[in-house]
């Protein structure tokens, strides 16, 4: 069964560095997801993204993130100084049309 | 507002016993209505979901849940668990249509005893 893949599982960076989270959707896909859940807290919506485009964005989705479909099959999500704020478990998800299904995640730790 | 609640944060049942794991939703549309279970290490698996016809939906694993638009409630059950159950399980809302967000709840953990 096709499934939804994300790298690295865990990664820990330094508050301020960029960090890029990377994802591989089902490949038949064409919405991509970033969600995250801060440790405790719910699963939080962060962006959606179809045809190269951000479809639908949260609050929480402000200057320092961005999403990118670099080729044809992965789809990342960017940082670009990181707070400490940031740790959480990210989770990339993909769908055909109206049901989303989930990667494993990655958890992100900013020290 | 929108939101999801679950109002079990964790739950406790014996192997063999009945579970039933409560939702409520608040959501301005027609909700489409989604159960996702996450196990240690693992992503959210898609269980069951919902948005017409039967309001009583069959899932993976014997999982089953009911709609109740007057309680808007989606509550999810299992006649009997098994071991392997125990998980957290995140009950969510979105819109009938693709690239929209969905809301989770907070989730409710689920421990199973021998």
């Known amino acids: 069964e096709p499934e939804v893949t994300q790298t690295p599982s865990h990664q820990v960076t330094q508050m301020g560095q960029e960090v890029i989270l990377r994802c591989v959707p089902i490949?038949?896909?064409?919405?991509f997801y970033w969600y995250r859940q801060i440790l405790g807290q719910k699963v939080e919506f962060l962006v959606s993204?179809?045809?190269?485009?951000?479809?639908?964005k949260s609050e929480i989705f402000d200057d320092q993130f961005s999403v990118e479909r670099p080729d044809g099959s992965n789809f990342t999500l960017k940082i670009r100084s990181t707070k400490l704020e940031d740790s959480a478990m990210y989770f990339c998800?993909?769908?055909?049309?109206?049901?989303?299904?989930f990667g494993p995640g990655t958890r992100l730790t900013v020290l | 507002a929108q939101s999801v609640t679950q109002p079990d944060i964790h739950i406790t049942v014996s192997e063999g016993a009945s579970l039933e794991l409560r939702c409520n939703y608040s959501?301005?549309?027609?909700?489409?209505l989604f159960w996702y279970v996450q196990s240690p290490g693992q992503g959210l698996q898609l269980l069951l979901k919902?948005?017409?016809?039967?309001?009583l939906v069959q899932g993976i694993k014997g999982f089953e849940a009911e709609f109740k638009r007057s309680q808007s409630s989606f509550n999810l059950r299992k006649p009997s668990v098994h071991w392997s159950d125990a998980a957290e399980y995140f009950c969510?809302?979105?819109?009938?249509?693709?690239?929209?967000?969905?809301?989770f709840g907070k989730g409710t953990t689920l421990s199973v005893s021998s």
């Open positions: 998800a993909s769908s055909e049309r109206d049901t989303q299904y």
């Open positions: 490949s038949n896909h064409l919405y």
């Open positions: 993204f179809y045809n190269n485009e951000i479809s639908e």
């Open positions: 959501y301005g549309a027609t909700p489409y």
């Open positions: 919902y948005f017409s016809g039967d309001t």
């Open positions: 969510a809302v979105g819109a009938y249509q693709a690239g929209t967000a969905l809301i």
